[in-house]
């Protein structure tokens, strides 16, 4: 009797089947890569061809996009490590893949390039003409692929570097003909919503191109092209991002990467959600973003198509919503938004469900100064395009912006509320809302990534045989393609909040007796702050560690609170921030362990006296990077809230690494165990923001203030608590460090600024200062310290100008 064939059996069997009868067609005929194509020759698909660059860098040839689809791109030739896939950079007919079988580029003898579906139809062409002469198509090692005409010396006839698709290579000029188009989405690499490209007034912008609207998002559209740092006089049109990392446009935009001058692989590329990234290529493992257009995503136009809510975290990335009484239109794509569960315009039979602290940008029909909420309700009820409205304060009133439309919608953290009108019978439905910014909670939405299917055409094949083991094979492919999908959308459904954050390696549960023979029964204590005392240790893989235990919990601390934040903390990675390498929760302990740093703390090495010029600027660079990376990329979710010279540690050579971030959050749950995030005053005296004091919001303006106020002390070698002690105004009011500082500085005639500079620098430190970074970094540490908040710079644009000073020397 014939014995069943057990499963993982048979599918080796086919498995083995498929590499038997594919290897001959796939490796036999396929010829030496070369870097370029000679006329009258083809790529072909089957034959999986390909051209490469003489440094390899790049390959030219069929990507595959999808079940029987093909694009004629190029990619870079190594995949990355960390998930195995090829880096795009360039694609000739994203908008219409070619079949896996027949379909090939051929560099016709007429000088035209054409890219042909397998039954003859024309999908792309360079539409280039010549009669005379000889032609090759070369991948260049820049990635550029050229059809030069080389009787004579070679002339371009046509470059993919003047037809970028969505990414921008180092020195690919990028002109008033360029544009750079997103893709759909991660898994579909159609055309997109999201256009880079110079606007008529010669500006660098961002277009949403969308199925229902259209809107410029960049530069910020309520700033005037002037307020947002860009010119309008150069036509010259010209963009470029050197090898170096440095981004220059002809409209004064420009920027450093925040890798600059390190020898890598960078693209920038118009991601599929609208944001503009500059990535590196880290140690040939994962591409890591290194500057992006938007630090808060959900200010991108059209994110979540109309009638809908944009809201994001660290955590989770960026979600979208829709707005109470609508539905979502496309369930698999949020581009469509979502649209009403009822029939609009019944008048008496509306009201409003309000949605606090968010903001709709832009479809104003009007708008209406000084007006009482109550009367600004009845104005919208009475009109039919009214969706709802914007109520604003402003100083002393309320200002009301009526909508027609509801798009652009995201969590603005600030006390404006959104009226949405809908009709009575809803609003009963509709769940009470929380009234406090920081309980505020969305419901979960994922972006659902886009699912592919390619129609596979019917193939006329002559050989039954070769079209039944194409079918085995098919279906086969069909079935590992499935898994393989399945495997990278349950990864893409997570990548768009990952991918910044490089996992920290290692981060760890730790025991408690674990930590405890490691710090040799909490021993040697290096550290004492509000937070907790932090002890040496010794981990069991020979590392050494600082293990701070945070102060007792209270019983009602949850566990689940702790380790979510530990792990958000953990998921932080950047060069001037403290690794935490793991921690430990049992029972009431609560313990964070964190990469100990040889050279003390600033404060430390700042009473002793230790710094010269060189190191306290490269200090002052390096906490202002560590601070952006805190603010930019997890959106004010990681305030520091206690940024002073203790806090700051220093590795062997000097660099500086911003600790204990995070940690105000984990520490106010432990000790209240409520929500409460910010209600009561933290930090340091000396270095705490006025908000703290009138009580104001808290924003991440806090800790530029008391980066201000570190970076004045490194310059004055004066203690911002000593100078109150020390300088008595007339008056009989003591005199902060900022003041004392300030009032040097307006003292000065701007002739020369010796004066005051002598008067300012410490001159106990040190090793030469040049006067122009010296008064450049007073400017900004004064800025950063501007009584009112929205006076002061966010900490990426300190680090702008920062790194801009630097240059300009
Ligand atoms: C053919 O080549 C010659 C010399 O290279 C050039 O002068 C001539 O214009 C070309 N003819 C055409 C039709 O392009
Ligand atoms: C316009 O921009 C280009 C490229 O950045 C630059 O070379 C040129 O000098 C600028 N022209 C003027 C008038 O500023
Ligand atoms: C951009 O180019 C202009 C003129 O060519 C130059 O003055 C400026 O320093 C450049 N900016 C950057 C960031 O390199
Ligand atoms: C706002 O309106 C109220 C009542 O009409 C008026 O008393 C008040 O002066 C107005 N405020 C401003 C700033 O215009
Ligand atoms: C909102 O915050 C205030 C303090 O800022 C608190 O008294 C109040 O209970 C909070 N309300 C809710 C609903 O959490
Ligand atoms: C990709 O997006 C395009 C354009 O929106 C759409 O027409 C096409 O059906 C999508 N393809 C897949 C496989 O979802």
Known sequence: MPMPMPMPCLFFLVHLLIILSTSPFR?????????????????????????????????????????????????????????????????????APVNGKHSKLTLNRNGNLVLKDAYSSIVWSTETKTTNGSLILQLDNTGNLVLYQVNGHPYVLWQSFDHPTDTLLPDQPFTRNSQLVSSRSTTNLST?????????????????????????????????????????????????????????????FGFFVSDYGARRQRIMKVDFDGNVRVYSLVDQ????????????????????????????????????????????????????????????????????????FVE????????????????????????????????????????????NLLYNGYESGF?????????????????????????????????MPISRSYDVKHVNGSIKVLLLLGGVIGVVEIV??????????????????????????????????ELKKASNGFSKEIGRGGAGVVYIGELSDDRTAAIKVLKQASDHQGEN??????????????????????????????????????????????????????????????????LAYLHEECLEWVLHCDVKPHNILLDTDYNPKVADFGLSKLFDRTSTGEDSSFSRIRGTRGYMAPEWVFNLPITSKVDVYSYGVVVLEMIT????????????????????????????????????????????VDRMTCGEYDTITLTKLVKIALQCTEEDRDARPSMSQVVNMLLHDEKDD
């Open 285 to 356: 493992k994962q591409w890591e973003v290194q500057w992006q257009a938007f630090s808060r995503p959900c200010k991108i136009h059209g994110v979540c198509g109309p009638n809908s809510l944009c809201t994001y975290s660290p955590q989770t990335g960026r979600k979208c919503s829709c707005v109470d009484g609508y539905k979502m239109k496309n369930r698999n794509d949020w581009s469509f938004g979502c649209e009403p569960v009822f029939k609009s315009c019944q008048q008496k039979e509306e009201d409003y469900v309000v949605i606090p």
């Open 192 to 252: 997109g919503f999201f256009k880079l490209y110079f606007e008529n007034n010669n500006v660098l912008s961002l277009l949403y191109n969308g199925p229902e609207i259209t809107s410029v998002y960049w530069p910020e559209p309520y700033m005037t092209t002037w307020d947002a740092g860009r010119s309008t006089f150069n036509n010259s049109r010209v963009a470029t991002l050197d090898s170096n990392g440095v981004f220059n446009s002809s409209d004064d």
């Open 561 to 626: 609170e702790f380790q979510a934040e530990i792990s958000t903390i953990g998921r932080l990675n950047h060069m001037n921030l403290i690794e935490t390498w793991g921690y430990c929760i049992e029972g009431k302990h609560r313990l964070v362990v964190y990469e100990y740093m040889t050279n003390g703390s600033l404060a430390e090495s700042l009473s002793m006296n230790k710094l010269d010029w060189e190191k306290k600027i490269k200090i002052a660079i390096g906490t202002a990077k560590g």
């Open 27 to 95: 490796c036999s005929s396929s010829s030496l890569p070369s870097n370029s194509l000679p006329k009258g020759s083809s790529i072909s698909v089957d034959r999986n061809d390909h051209l490469i660059s003489t440094n390899l860098v790049f390959t030219a040839g069929f990507h595959q996009v999808g079940i029987n689809a093909y694009c004629f791109s190029i990619w870079f030739t190594k995949t990355t490590e960390k998930n195995k896939a090829h880096t795009v950079v360039w694609t000739a007919n994203r908008d």
């Open 360 to 403: 709709y940008y832009g479809y104003d029909m009007d708008y209406l100064q000084n007006i009482t909420l109550e009367a600004c309700k009845q104005i919208c009820l009475k009109d039919c395009t009214c969706k709802g409205f914007q109520l604003k304060f402003d100083n002393s009133y309320y200002n009301c912006y009526l909508k």
């Open 717 to 760: 070698g004066k203690s911002p608590l000593q100078t109150q002690l020390m300088c008595v105004e007339s008056s009989g009011r003591e005199q902060t460090l900022v003041e004392w500082v300030r009032e040097m500085l307006r003292g000065d005639n701007e002739s020369d600024n010796r004066i005051w500079i002598n008067e300012v």
């Open 415 to 447: 006390e404006n509320s959104m009226y949405i009108k809908l009709p009575k019978r809803l609003l009963s439905y509709v769940p009470q809302r929380p009234t406090n910014a920081s309980s505020y909670h969305c419901p979960a939405n994922l972006i």
């Open 480 to 513: 590992l393609i499935i898994i393989f999908f399945s495997y990278t959308i349950r990864k893409d459904s997570t990548s768009t909040a990952q991918s910044y954050f490089p996992v920290a390696s290692g981060f760890k549960r730790f025991t408690f007796s």
